[in-house]
Nanobody
Framework: VQLQASGGGLVQSGGSLRLSCAAS????????IGWFRQAPGKEREGIAC???????YYPDSVKGRFTITSDNAKNTVYLQMNNLRPEDTAEYYC????????????????WGQGTLVTVSS
């Protein structure tokens, strides 16, 4: 099982980015995929997940600004991030597992490397 996160970069406040999480070695049809982020000195926090039924979940901090989608044909999950704020600056990670608790990083066994998002004010 491998996950490859990409799409991070530098963007101005109010801008947008789309992150990608390409999965290999398993089918995203059956797994829940979560996106997490970790800012310097802070805990890694869950910000979005999509389960095998296509249901999505977001915490209030990103609801209405971030959208998680899945392209099962490409085995890739995307995180569209709009109206970015400086406080969204963090390393972003995708993770996968069969039946995780959506925002609980401890319940995911498979992780991709991070992709850095920097939002300037």
């Amino acid at each position: 099982v491998q996950l490859q996160a990409s799409g991070g970069g530098l963007v101005q406040s109010g801008g947008s980015l789309r992150l990608s999480c390409a999965a290999s070695g398993f089918s995203s049809d059956y797994y829940t995929i979560g996106w997490f982020r970790q800012a310097p000195g802070k805990e890694r926090e869950g910000i979005a997940c999509i389960d095998s039924d296509g249901s999505t979940y977001y915490p209030d901090s990103v609801k209405g600004r971030f959208t998680i989608t899945s392209d099962n044909a490409k085995n890739t999950v995307y995180l569209q991030m709009n109206n970015l704020r400086p406080e969204d600056t963090a390393e972003y990670y995708c993770a996968a597992d069969l039946l995780p608790i959506c925002y609980d990083k401890r319940s995911y066994d498979y992780w991709g490397q991070g992709t850095l998002v920097t939002v300037s004010s």
